[in-house]
């Protein structure tokens, strides 16, 4: 009787049982079973979709197409697949695109903020850089809080996403930081800049080299790399 011979732990989320000389069967702990319902659940839903699919003529040309959706830890389909891409949520908003341009939608999946860049960057302490491109198909950058209102117009050719207060921005070829209203606080004079942490930031000036700035701008005394 095969109940009586000992079972052996191959992984922590299944187990291996002897049934006899011929075979053996796995008895799968709570995670790795779950795990597999989920699977089997992917697996429905992809054939319920397939069995969907429409007859067309060997002739009629057809374009591949991405949709995506939001699920929670458990698999469960929260958000229905409508997006064209989609992002992680970020302060409560994601970046999705529809109809070939960017926009955002809250946990309800209701678009707050219009598909209408091309490109956006994900929310950090309420701000976020939305981008256009004008009409040599340069890309430019604005900033917006977290009602989409525009704090800058398209000026800003790089950007990054902010930390402590302040975010980089390119305009030409120097880098400076802006702070959550969208005015300089430090402006342009650096080749290239790190982000902010811990009140002060490494840059590269363009005459002085790599020197260490707090966040007025001035330089951070006997800190050189």
């Known amino acids: 009787d095969h109940r009586d011979l000992p ?3 191959t992984r922590r989320s299944s187990d291996l049982m002897r049934l006899g000389p011929y075979g053996w ?6 995670g790795l079973a779950e795990f597999v319902q989920s699977l089997c659940r992917m697996v429905d839903e992809f054939q319920e979709r397939a069995a969907k699919d429409r ?3 060997p002739e009629a040309a057809l374009f591949p197409f991405a949709i995506y959706g939001y699920q929670n830890e458990q698999g469960e389909v929260i958000l229905q697949p409508r997006f064209q ?3 992680c949520f970020s302060e409560g908003l994601a970046a999705v695109m529809v109809h070939n341009r960017w926009g955002y939608i809250d946990r309800s999946g209701k678009l707050k903020i219009p598909a209408r860049y091309i490109s956006v960057t994900a929310f950090r302490e309420g701000r ?3 981008c256009d491109i004008d009409e040599e198909f340069d890309r430019h ?8 209102a525009h704090l ?3 000026e800003f050719r ?3 996403s902010f930390h402590d207060g302040l975010a980089a921005a390119r305009v030409k070829k120097l880098w400076g930081f802006v702070d959550r209203s969208g005015k300089w606080a430090i402006k342009p004079a650096y080749s290239e800049v790190d982000d902010f942490s811990g009140g002060i930031c490494q840059v590269l000036h363009p005459r002085k080299g790599t020197i260490w700035i707090q966040p007025d701008g001035r330089q951070v005394p006997d800190i050189r790399t």
């Open 141 to 148: 950058w604005s900033l917006i809080d977290e009602h989409g």
């Open 158 to 160: 790089s950007v990054e």
């Open 85 to 87: 891409q989609a992002e």
């Open 7 to 9: 079972s052996f732990p």
């Open 55 to 57: 007859v067309v003529s």
């Open 152 to 154: 800058t117009p398209f």
């Open 25 to 30: 069967r796995v008895r799968l702990n709570p």
């Open 128 to 130: 976020a850089w939305v």
